[in-house]
């Protein structure tokens, strides 16, 4: 166990709906990563917070957003979702900006019909 | 950006023999580079990682080198054991955006008995 947690562990849903995932990270982390892993795209990066402020952005799609709260925890929004949406998403955390040790949840499957 | 190339896409080795995974990277400021290891339906987990201005660092059995001339990095798993059997990714990021990792599209390793 990582000590980060992610809810809800799956997602079943139809097409041009909206979602939201939540990750809480590890005691004491101030950074906030989200990840897509799917099949054919691999692990990919959309976007880091670091206390409260956004830090980095990936190729993460307008209909996509994030936001990190005063608590630390996080939320990933995907809307008007798709069928190439359905992927496996990591939150992770780090104690500082990046560079370090990132500790995964275990991820929410979203499978988009 | 950053792209980040992972060779092979699969390995299998018999128990006791080495593994090495290479990867290539684009971007020359680049300056971090993890590799993390994701079991079968499990979260990734960072099992080394080098810097820039080290060219190799080993943990017991694994070690990673690092050409920053030549622009890749090696993953090597020395007296492979079955439980070594998983998916391999390695990253890369720069300093100006350390926690934006691009990941290479993952090795999976199968170790037999």
């Known amino acids: 166990d990582s000590g980060v947690t992610q809810t809800p562990k799956h997602l079943i849903t139809a097409t041009g709906q909206r979602v939201t995932l939540r990750c809480s990270p590890r005691s004491g982390d101030l950074s906030v990563y989200w990840y897509q892993q799917s099949l054919d795209q691999g692990l990919q990066f959309l976007i880091q917070?670091?206390?409260?402020?956004?830090?980095a952005k990936g190729n993460i799609l307008e209909r996509f957003s994030a936001q990190q709260f005063p608590d630390l925890h996080s939320e990933l929004n995907l809307s008007s979702l798709e069928l190439g949406d359905s992927a496996l998403y990591f939150c992770a955390s780090s104690v500082g900006t990046g560079g370090e040790t990132q500790y995964f949840g275990p991820g929410t499957r979203l499978l988009v019909l | 950006g950053e792209n980040v190339e992972q060779h092979p896409s699969t390995l299998s080795v018999q128990e006791g023999d080495s593994a090495v995974i290479k990867c290539t990277y684009s971007d020359s400021a680049s300056n971090y580079f993890p590799w993390y290891k994701q079991e079968l339906g499990k979260r990734p987990q960072l099992i080394i990682d080098i810097r820039s201005n080290v060219g190799e660092k080993k943990d017991q059995r694994i070690a990673v080198t690092l050409n920053k001339t030549a622009k890749h990095f090696s993953l090597h798993i020395t007296e492979t054991q079955p439980e070594d059997s998983a998916v391999y990714f390695c990253a890369a990021s720069r300093g100006d955006s350390w926690g934006k990792l691009q990941f290479g599209a993952g090795t999976q390793v199968v170790v037999t008995p």
């Open positions: 917070y670091y206390n409260g402020e956004e830090r």
